[in-house]
């Protein structure tokens, strides 16, 4: 499923119809002010772990183009980029698992959750910021609060919903024998 | 929502433009406007956009809730940026003339000029954004995209998007709904670890019927001979005209503009202080 | 002539499996033919349905033996392109097949990958969308479309390929009974124009034999165990005996002690020959049969007065809605999609609320309690069952509502093992959800509605897209609950079910309730029928055949004969 076949494409589309309907309906306050969660990086880690990293980069960038597009704020490329970069990360950092075997152990859930983590603050902290400074001028400090702001809500976000959606799908993909009626 | 990208039918020059000159120029533009912070030209490029808007047909009346969101989202970056660094603008003029207070927080000529500089790159930009969104059909941008060059895959993952958006937003609502009356909560009163696996209650079912439906959607694409040839036509796709190849023109003027501008200026800001 | 598509001892097994999923099969289809599949679930239909599409091995990949040829062709040397342009396939989820953005766009679609380029392009789109009446609607999206035009647009969009077979898949799944009607006769008619060879996979053998059949291939547990033309097969027992539900006439004639015999033609009410001794036979069963004591008058559940109910778009879904359900009542709330029935529901179950109007349950006003709190007294059960789980195992997932409420975990456990009992789940009780059937999945999401221990449950389309013994088996389980004093409120556009399980159906149609009586009395009034998008029964018609003088009564003394005598 990992190749780019019209399954992919499909996934990619459908991906980012995904990442835009949680970025920009889903309201989930966080305990920083005027900031709200961001579960479609749970999402999109999922989607990058199933489809494979081309499909977590275009869910990513198309899906978080379409926000900022949506809300008419023109587009935040420096944000847009970051957004693309831990899609595609977590497609490449999550190669080996074999989720269609139904099989997500607890080690895996680790070695997940510290590479969503490394990605996070690779993507906010600094790819976002930098490419804030270069596009835009802004003060250092103000854009790097910011990322470190947004990376550490990420984090969370996607440690509990990319995490439990995994363990879902794995849950989910049958495993045969085993299986019997009780009284 | 059948609309969510705002999109207004009418017949005006703008309109006429294709998908794809629209969307070249819509990048020109953002990357000249990018490139300089020349308070002239972002002037000159804000009254510019205006124009446009006016030759377009579009009112602001039309995008004003998307005027809205933009104007709050300002003012909250201007805030921002002076709470975190009210002396940026000394940092870029080299200059310091005080106008009130004292310390950190001492107001300078030089501090507003980049504020109004900050302020004009807004103007410059995002009028020309929701300029793109109000005359761009969106049956017109995955075409568009792959007329520009993006493999045709990848720009029908776009189409795809555009397609999927309204039901995928239908399923949360439902599901959202269903989850509620069990009794689901993702409102304050729940603690933030509680919020999130709310949310992944909502979550779970969204996505395994997601799924599905790529299963679905993947094999109905192949039994109509998607990824046949190398290339696929558009029935939306239309042939560039004279006017479009002018526009493409004009905006990669802009953006040679800019980059003179940042030559005789010795630095993307045109300093009115020295 | 020689055959289009042929069948030579094909066998196939998925990789994933452990055994073929369709055995030994043998069959050929010609030119201008029209076949229907049909089977109960389960049966091997679809994987075959991919098989003739190229799906299977293209897309799917498995083990086969013996031969799959397409004019003369192994389908497994050709590409699945090639195929395609020899079968136009169209799927059961018309919203999966239509990937356009708009009409226009989707007609196109295939063309495009063709790289089938202006002015032709256009040309080819408008004039197919003539052929099956969308060309009003180009420019339109799917979300504006009805069911029936969404159907039509996807058979637009095989039909730009000048293809030989047409493949539908459970055409009338999603369709309400006048439409489905109106699609069999567009299938009929786009046959007739393009004598391409029609193959139709459906179980509703009743509405597929609305228009013309040549034959019936019947499977059964991946074989093939008739191929033979409908008048013969509705002769013998092996449709019954497949789970596969005859026409209501048929049923109707059998009860009535009528040998059914091929030269009767008895694929179509219009055409079955009725003997006079026949006729005579069901004269004499209608006479014999008591009518059935009414049934007492419980207090008033819900009450529901001048509900108004308009959508942010502006849509008024509901106007001036007064109904009231008693305790106890098993109730079908039926009419096309946009009549106003789903709303009603999400109205009552407070998911929207009303501009207007009250909704009180045994008198108390409702307006005031949030979501949660209205849930503890009216249960909500969605459609698709996948659109309700969350959780890995069963005993989680119907222990949700109570453990969101804080019920002591104790006290959980008791009431969950009560539910499970009561949906006939126990014996499954540590199984992960992903293991069961579609049907006992949806009996998760009644229990986890249950051991809430609401008043009254409302479910929408609780039978859509099972065969039929997957539609008595939940049809008879909610019948079971509702003798338990539980008020069943059903959302739906099955006839069969409104007619033979609920007591009385409230029919809506533009925002308005226009009729509130039995089944038997809705589905006899032509005016209510035609209104309502539904279809008369053919039971009406055999009673006026007949000669009887009140084919209502008949209609209602049938489904009460099967309830008392024929279910138990």
Not at chain 2, 132 to 149: C, D, R, W
Not at chain 3, 331 to 342: I, L, W
Request: charge should be neutral; glycine fraction near 8%; include cysteine.
């Amino acid at each position: 499923m990992k190749n780019f076949s019209v399954k992919t494409i499909v996934a990619t589309g459908i991906g980012a119809a995904l990442f835009f309907v949680l970025g920009r309906f889903v309201v989930i306050p966080s305990p920083v002010p005027n900031t709200n969660i961001s579960i479609q990086y749970g999402l999109l880690a999922f989607i990058a772990a199933v489809y494979g990293p081309i499909a977590g980069l275009l869910a990513g960038l198309i899906g978080h183009f379409f926000i900022d597009f949506s809300w008419g704020w023109g587009v935040w490329w420096s944000w847009v980029i970051a957004s693309a970069f831990f899609g595609g990360v977590m497609g490449l950092l999550t190669r080996k698992l074999t989720l269609e075997d139904g099989e997500f152990s607890k080690k895996d859930a680790v070695g997940f959750n510290v590479g969503q983590a490394v990605a996070h603050l690779l993507a906010w902290v600094l790819i976002a910021p930098v490419l804030d400074i270069l596009m835009y001028a802004e003060p250092a400090n103000k854009v790097f609060i910011q990322g470190l702001t947004s990376a550490a809500i990420n984090i969370v976000a996607t440690g509990i919903v990319g995490t439990l959606l995994l363990f879902a799908y794995s849950a989910a993909k049958p495993k045969k024998g085993s299986l019997k009626k009780e009284d | 929502m059948t609309n969510l990208f705002n999109y207004i039918d009418r017949s005006s020059p703008i309109h006429r433009l294709t998908g794809a000159t629209k969307f070249v120029c819509l990048l020109l533009w953002s990357f000249a406007a990018m490139s300089t912070y020349d308070t002239r030209m972002l002037l000159a490029l804000a009254l510019l956009s205006f124009a446009l808007f006016r030759l377009s047909k579009i009112g602001l009346r039309d995008v004003r809730f998307m005027l809205g969101f933009t104007a709050t989202f300002m003012v909250i970056n201007n805030i921002l940026v002076y709470l975190f660094s009210p002396q940026h603008g000394t940092e870029i003029y080299g200059t310091s003339h005080i106008l009130l207070g004292s310390g950190r927080y001492a107001l300078t000529q030089e501090q507003l000029f980049y504020h109004l500089n900050y302020f004009l790159k807004y103007l410059a930009t995002i009028p020309i954004v929701l300029l793109f969104v109000s005359t761009t059909n969106p049956s017109e941008f995955a075409a568009s995209l792959n007329k520009l060059g993006v493999k045709y895959s990848v720009a029908y993952s776009v189409a795809l998007a555009l397609r999927y958006i309204p039901d995928v937003q239908l399923e949360y609502h439902e599901i959202s709904q269903a989850q509620q009356a069990r009794g689901i909560e993702m409102s304050k009163k729940a603690s933030l670890v509680s919020r999130l696996r709310s949310a992944s209650s909502i979550l779970i079912p969204l996505i395994l019927s997601s799924m599905e439906k790529i299963e679905v959607v993947s094999n109905a694409m192949e039994l109509r001979s998607f990824g046949k040839h190398k290339k696929r036509t558009w029935y939306m796709g239309r042939p560039f005209r004279a006017a479009d190849v002018a526009s493409m023109v004009f905006c990669v003027l802009l953006v040679a503009l800019a980059f003179t501008l940042n030559h005789i200026n010795g630095s993307r800001f045109y300093n009115p202080f020295r | 002539m020689d055959p289009i598509l042929r069948f030579e001892s094909f066998t196939f097994q998925y990789s994933s499996q452990a055994e073929p999923t369709v055995f030994d099969i043998s069959f050929s289809v010609s030119r201008g033919e029209k076949i229907l599949i049909a089977g109960p679930s389960g049966c091997g239909k679809s994987t075959l349905a991919n098989c003739i599409n190229g799906l299977i091995p293209f897309s799917y990949k498995g083990e086969s033996t013996g031969r799959v040829t397409l004019n003369g062709r192994e389908t497994k040397d050709l590409s699945i392109f090639e195929i395609s342009k020899v079968v136009g396939t169209v799927l059961q989820d018309s919203d999966g097949q239509f990937v356009g953005l708009t009409v226009a766009e989707d007609i196109a679609f295939a063309l495009e990958n063709d790289c089938v380029a202006d002015p032709e392009l256009h040309e080819r789109v408008r004039s197919v969308a003539e052929l099956v009446d969308v060309a009003t609607h180009l420019g339109h999206a799917p979300g504006e479309l009805s069911g029936g035009q969404k159907q039509r647009v996807s058979l637009a969009g095989v039909l730009v390929d000048d293809v030989d077979i047409l493949l539908f898949d459970e055409p009338l799944a999603n369709l309400d009974p006048a439409t489905g009607k109106q699609a069999m006769e567009l299938i009929d008619e786009m046959q007739k124009k393009t004598g391409a060879a029609v193959i139709i996979i459906e179980h509703r053998l009743e509405d597929v034999l609305h228009r013309d059949v040549d034959r019936i291939i019947l499977m059964r547990d991946g074989r093939i165990i008739a191929d033979a033309p409908p008048d013969e097969l509705l002769s013998g027992p092996l449709l019954t005996e497949t789970g596969i539900r005859e026409p209501l006439y048929i049923t109707a004639l059998k009860y009535a002690g009528a040998e059914i015999t091929p030269d009767m033609l008895p694929h179509s009410i219009r055409t079955v020959v009725l003997s006079d001794e026949v006729k005579e036979k069901v004269r004499e069963w209608y006479r014999a049969m008591p009518p059935a004591p009414p049934a007492e008058a419980m207090p008033e559940l819900l009450t529901v007065r001048d509900l108004s109910f308009t959508y942010p778009s502006g849509h008024r879904a509901l106007k001036g809605i007064t109904v009231s359900i008693r305790r106890g009542e098993l109730t079908a709330v039926v009419g096309t999609n946009g009549a106003g029935k789903s709303t009603f529901a999400k109205v009552v179950c407070g998911f929207e609320l009303q501009q207007q109007g009250t909704v009180a349950l045994e008198g108390q006003d409702m307006m005031a309690l949030s979501i949660k709190e209205r849930a503890d007294r009216i249960g909500y059960v969605m459609q698709n069952p996948n659109q309700m789980i969350s959780k890995v195992q069963i005993f989680d997932e119907v222990a949700l509502g109570l453990r969101t409420r804080g019920v002591p975990e104790e006290e959980v456990t008791a009431r969950v093992e009560d539910a499970l009992q009561v949906c006939g789940l126990w014996p499954f009780r540590s199984w992960p959800i992903s293991a069961l059937s579609f049907g006992q999945k949806k009996r998760v999401t009644i229990a986890s509605i249950l051991v809430l221990e609401p008043d009254m449950i409302i479910l929408d389309e609780p039978t859509a897209g099972q065969d039929y013994r997957h539609y008595t088996d939940i049809m008879e389980f909610l019948t079971e609950l509702n003798a338990r004093g539980i008020t069943v409120c059903m959302v739906t556009h099955d006839m069969h079910l409104m007619l033979e399980y609920a007591r009385r159906a409230i029919v809506f149609s533009g925002g308005e309730i226009i009729a509130d009586d039995t089944g038997a009395n809705i589905l006899t009034d032509e005016a209510i029928i035609r209104r309502a998008s539904l279809k008369e029964t053919s039971l009406y018609d055999l009673a006026l055949r007949c000669g009887l003088d009140s084919p209502r009564d008949f209609v209602q003394r049938f489904i009460d004969y099967e309830r008392e005598a024929v279910r138990k």
